[in-house]
Structures are given as structure tokens and as C-alpha cells.
């Protein structure tokens, strides 16, 4: 999916970020057709770093199965 590189996105820092920065951002974002989904990224690199993004149903399906359990190490 293409996402829409035009319109800034409004970065978020989890709840549960370290007083030393080691925590995960996260925007929505919008896409040609109205569609919509959701960028990741380090915040210790801010703007001159990766970013992940995935559509909705793929967040989704990646949120369902962490709150299953389903990443969680044996």
C-alpha cells in the first residue's frame, strides 16, 4: 500500500516509553483513496530513521495476534 509521503504525520510515543527515549512512535496515515494505516518507528532516530508502515487490516491482524500472546517468547 502506498501511503500519502505529502501531509505530515503526527508522531505519538507510547505510554510506556523509558525516561531515556527507547520507545516506539506511532502516526496514522493516509493513503490515495481514502485509504488509511499506520506508521511505526524507533524514537531514539526520530525523523532520519526507518519507518514501518502497514494498512489497516495488517495492523489489525498484527495487534489481534499480539494481545493473543502469540510474540511472546517460550
Known amino acids: ?10 508522531w505519538r510515543k507510547s ?4 525516561p531515556n527515549g527507547t520507545c516506539v512512535e506511532v502516526a496514522r ?13 524507533d524514537a ?3 525523523e532520519n530513521g526507518p519507518v514501518l508502515a502497514f494498512g489497516d487490516s495488517e495492523w489489525l491482524a ?3 495476534e499480539a494481545r493473543a500472546g502469540g ?3 517460550p
Open 15 to 18: 505510554r510506556h516509553c523509558g
Open 62 to 64: 498484527f495487534m489481534t
Open 44 to 46: 531514539a532516530h526520530g
Open 1 to 10: 500500500m502506498r501511503f500519502d509521503a505529502t501531509s505530515p504525520a503526527h
Open 29 to 41: 496515515l493516509r493513503s490515495p483513496g481514502d485509504g488509511a494505516g499506520i506508521a511505526i518507528r
Open 71 to 73: 510474540f511472546d517468547l
